[in-house]
């Protein structure tokens, strides 16, 4: 099992930019694709994310394609995500999560590919 730790969250301006990471401990996290999430309240999880095992490939929501880039450091075990120009509607609590497989499959974007959570950070946009 991983244990991932989220931080970077906060109070932005829209327009504004935030870099979120997530720090790995525990079994060998470069084996594992990674992908962020958010759930903004009232809403369901939704997938924002994900990178492979290597770094090699990445893909986006629709929602975000543009603005955020996702990148890892294996070295570090740690996967981050480059928010910019943020809007109001990207206000949520984010959360990073170990994929249970190496490479991106067609269910990247599934809650149900990803075996292990971290505990969220907030991020907040005003307007």
């Known amino acids: 099992q991983v244990q991932l730790v989220e931080s970077g969250g906060g109070l932005v301006q829209a327009g504004g930019s935030l870099r979120l990471s997530c720090a790995a401990s525990g079994r060998i996290f470069s084996d594992s694709a990674t992908g962020w999430f958010r759930q903004a309240p009232g809403k369901e999880r939704e997938f924002v994310a994900a990178?492979?095992?290597?770094?090699?490939?990445?893909e986006y929501a629709d929602s975000v394609k543009g603005r955020f880039t996702i990148s890892r450091d294996n070295a570090k075990n740690t996967v981050y995500l480059q928010m910019n120009s943020l809007k109001r509607e990207d206000t949520a609590v984010y959360y990073c999560a170990r994929n249970r497989y190496a490479l991106l499959s067609g269910s990247y974007y599934a809650t149900r590919e990803y075996d292990d959570w971290g505990q969220g950070t907030q991020v907040t946009v005003s307007s």
């Open positions: 990178i492979s095992s290597s770094g090699g490939a990445t």
